[in-house]
C-alpha cells in the first residue's frame, strides 16, 4: 500500500495548484482518502477529505471555498485543486487514508495510519 503524491511547486498569491495522489496496492472505490498540510513547527491540519466509496467531500469551515478534492478511480488518484492561493497556504502538503470505509468526516479528524511522502507548496508573496 503506498500513496504518492505531487504537483507542488511555487505559485504566486491568487494563483492555482492542482495536487495528485496516486494510490498503489489498493482500489480507491472503498477508502475515505484525504489531504492534510503541514507547516514546520506545527501540527498537521486537515485539508479535505474524501469518501471513495460514496463521494462524500468534508471540508473544515477554514479550507471551504478555495479547495476542492476529487478522484479518479480509474487512474487511482485523488486530486486536490488549490484556487486563490495565499502566502499562509505555504506547507507540505500530505495525502492519506485508513483503507477503511471511514466517513470523510471521520478521517479529517483523525490521524490516519498511512501517509504519503508530502508536496511542498510555496506561495509568495
Known amino acids: 500500500v503506498q500513496l504518492q503524491a505531487s504537483g507542488g511547486g511555487l505559485v504566486q498569491a491568487g494563483g492555482s495548484l492542482r495536487l495528485s495522489c496516486v494510490a498503489s496496492?489498493?482500489?480507491?472505490?472503498?477508502?475515505?482518502i484525504g489531504w492534510f498540510r503541514q507547516v514546520p513547527g506545527k501540527g498537521r491540519e486537515a485539508v479535505s477529505c474524501?469518501?471513495?466509496?460514496?463521494?462524500?467531500?468534508y471540508y473544515p469551515d477554514s479550507m471551504k471555498g478555495r479547495f476542492t478534492i476529487s478522484a479518479d478511480a480509474a487512474k487511482s488518484t485523488v486530486y486536490l485543486q488549490m484556487d486563490n492561493l495565499r502566502p499562509e497556504d505555504t506547507a507540505v502538503y500530505f495525502c492519506?487514508?485508513?483503507?477503511?470505509?471511514?466517513?470523510?468526516?471521520?478521517?479529517?479528524?483523525?490521524?490516519?495510519?498511512?501517509w504519503g511522502q508530502g508536496t511542498l507548496v510555496t506561495v509568495s508573496s
Open positions: 496496492g489498493f482500489t480507491l472505490n472503498r477508502p475515505a
Open positions: 474524501l469518501s471513495t466509496n460514496n463521494d462524500i467531500t
Open positions: 492519506a487514508t485508513d483503507l477503511g470505509q471511514s466517513s470523510s468526516y471521520a478521517l479529517c479528524h483523525s490521524r490516519p495510519p498511512i
